[in-house]
């Protein structure tokens, strides 16, 4: 049976959602509260198991030429001293797709493009929604209304329409680290333009990551976390003297790095995550993306679990027909126990890395300089071939 879907939230998630839907014959509209969709920090990394989505949806091509590629990932302690550089071409054959770190603005274009910018509406937001005997009305700031027959609640991390679903207050957890990131013009100088990079010491961690599909234009996807208390000030005119003063005496690549970037350009994150919920779903709802598992970024793995639920919620949906409520239960099913283990494995490696045990992240530090990539890519695997379609 053909639907009327409503997806709130035109982030890679709704738009995912959205295209997903589509693709199963769903009369889809999307509605995003801003009026320029410009996605908040410099790139990601679409792992595996996302890109086979996106691959599935039919957008994996113009995703993987767009990226960049990262074919070595290589560990240094913050004098620069190389504790661990390995391949990761075992993982993507064992896998079956290569990772893609792509700009955010250009992930966000492509899905816009497939999902047809005319059935998406900006500047309009969604304040709430009822439960009819047919459908959901939702209702917006503007005063208007539109019905559906499911309504996919993709509104982020700080999502409203959750706990309108749950019936139920949802609160936002520190994980105890800020992360600044940045694109940055790829030189040898920097890293080798093929290798994921990362300096860790003292909790604090630099990462820069070839993110570009274009040789002529390399450029590397840049980041620093460092543990500070919330609310420490934000000033983006200071971000170079701050970062400066976090990574003073570090390696000279890092000190490269922190002359280079352009602060204008640097997003700011103090790093959240929720606790894993006990269902995804409300009736005629079904919440998506870092509405339902907002994690910590230290897997590179909210983005890609975003699309997982995506096409599960299509697939569950066309399994049971005419039946939205046994399709959302079905959703629910699939989906509940994988992104809570993602969440809280994703919680526990930013734990681990910033600090929070000072004595386990020193083990770590002591683990990456034994590392021949075994370790980390069997993790790595165990994520991937842990998502719907292998
Ligand atoms: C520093 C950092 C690094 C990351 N790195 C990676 C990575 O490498 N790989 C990876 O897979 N993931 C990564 N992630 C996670 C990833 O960014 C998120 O999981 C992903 O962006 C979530 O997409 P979303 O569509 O669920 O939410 P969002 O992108 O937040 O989109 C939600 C949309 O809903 C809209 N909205 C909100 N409220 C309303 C309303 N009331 N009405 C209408 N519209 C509304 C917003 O305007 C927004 O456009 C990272 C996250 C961070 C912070």
Known sequence: MTLNVLVIGAGMGGLTAALALQKSGHRVQVVDRVPELRPVGAAISVWSNGVKILKALGVGDAIEQASGRMDVMAYHDQDGTPLTRFSLRPLYD????????????????????????????????????????????????????RRADLIVIADGTHSRLRERALGRAVARRYCGYVNWNVRVAATPDLAPLDQWVQYVGNRQRVSMMPMSGDPATPEFYCFFDVPLPIDTPNDPAGYRDELARHFAGWAEPVQRLLERFDPAAMARVEIHDIEPLETLIGERAAILGDAAHGMAPDLGQGGCQAMEDAWVLARTLEDAGDDVAAA?????????????????????????????????????????????????????????????LG
């Open 94 to 145: 064992d896998v079956g797709q290569r990772a893609c770190p792509i700009a955010r603005a250009t992930l966000q274009q492509v899905l816009l493009d497939a999902v047809g910018p005319a059935n998406v509406t900006l500047g309009l937001a969604c304040v709430g929604y009822q439960v009819n005997d047919d459908g959901v009305t939702a209702e917006f700031a503007d005063g208007s209304t």
């Open 328 to 388: 959302l239960r079905a959703y629910d099913r699939a989906r509940v126990e994988r992104v809570d283990e993602i969440v809280r494995r994703a919680r526990q490696r930013a734990d681990t890395t910033h600090g929070a045990d000072p004595a386990a992240t020193r083990a770590w530090y002591a683990e990456l300089a034994e590392e021949d990539g075994t370790r980390i890519m069997g993790g790595m695997r165990k994520t991937i071939l842990g998502g719907p």
